[in-house]
């Protein structure tokens, strides 16, 4: 067994809180987030979207907090982290690849609508017809020099993205609202009306894969203090904000695309700059992360992930480009529902077996059964009971939802690694 992994945060790059805390917001403020919110105002009463985004961001945060916190403590992302709880071996080729092709994929969509949206407002203000791919190609590089900045490029970037995305917002809401929207929004009635408990999965599925991924950004925390404080300020307040504000700006439009959103406000140049900067601080998150799973699965240290984060940044700026990503989405989502059961075995391995204490973490080589053997299970789980099969013709028998599909693997997982690891243990 082994401690040193190369990976380790030396204690002048520790981060003060908020620094970590805005990075969580600049994440949260996305495109995809408005989306969703859309579509859960669609489906719940005001009153059942609050509860929805409070209840499911309430959760991703304790997530969040106990990986967030293991990270800090070792100083270790995720992707070397789970080599604990899965052996070396398991942790490089099974989740590095697993939270690498995620962070790749959701890098390239992320570009793919930024270009998209990117050529159709200039058609509109300018009448210059842009190539959907030239903008995805533009973009995306542009996001990835930002990101191989390291932890530096995603703390300038946020410090600067942030509160400008927030004035955009708000006057765009109150553009909307000023503009007959507030009339309309209190004689609401959902169109599409949708189940709480279906509601709460996908809230929770929105930023699942983040929680998953904390450990990347707090393992710059300075202590487990400022790792609940960044994850709470930086989560559940934008989270909230930023599914209502995606709910009411499509119940007031009657539109999910947030581009003719934003563009109806009368400063189509202002909701230009919005898109792009959502997507951007979001999209530097992902070729980050992507890039330190990548760099654990070729077998290289912190010193080669700048490397890795350009090939995670220019893999996805290519799928953009070429126009594919259409056909993997049904695959990232998948990769969506199985990651919670990761988080399940890395908690009851740290916090539940190892009681928290960083003095009994040791990085396990070779592959460890009893974690891979719950992680599969856990997976399994979730997509059998959270709808994950239900698009997919051969598989549909085993669509038996139940609960909330990422709740459920996480809780299997973690019940059956105590066991078994725990079995083991006695038999040692």
Known sequence: MKKQSGFEIRPEERQNWVSIAFVWIGSVICVPALMIGGMLGAGLTLGGLFAAILIGYALICVLMIFMGMLGCDTGLPTAVAASSALGEKGAKYIISSILAISCIGWFGIQASVCGASFSSMILDMTGVDIPVWASSIFWGIVMLLTACFRFAGLKWLNNIAVPLLAIVLVYTLVDVLTGGGAEHL??????????????????????????????????????RGDVVKSSIVGV???????????????ICTGSYDISVVLASSGLPLVGLIALILATWTTNVSNAYSGGLSLSVLLGQDEKKSQLTTAVAGVVGTV??????????????????????????????????????????????????????????????????????FASIPFLTALNLPFFIGPVNGIIVSMLLYVVMASAGRKRA
């Open 186 to 223: 209190q004689d609401y009635v959902p169109t599409a009306p949708m189940g709480f408990v279906a509601a709460l999965s996908a809230a929770i599925g929105s930023f699942v894969v983040a929680a998953a991924i904390s450990g990347d950004y707090c393992r710059f925390a300075r202590s």
């Open 236 to 250: 559940l307040p934008a989270g909230l904000v930023i599914l209502v504000v995606g709910a009411v700006l499509a």
């Open 319 to 388: 799928l953009a480009a070429v126009g594919i990503l259409n056909s993997i989405q049904g695959f990232l989502s998948l990769l969506s529902a199985i990651v919670p059961a990761l988080m399940g075995v890395m908690i009851a391995d740290y916090w539940i077996l190892g009681r928290g204490d960083p003095e009994r973490y040791e990085l396990r080589e070779g592959f460890f059964a009893p974690g891979l053997i719950s992680f599969f299970l856990g997976a399994l789980v979730a997509c059998v009971t959270g709808g994950t």
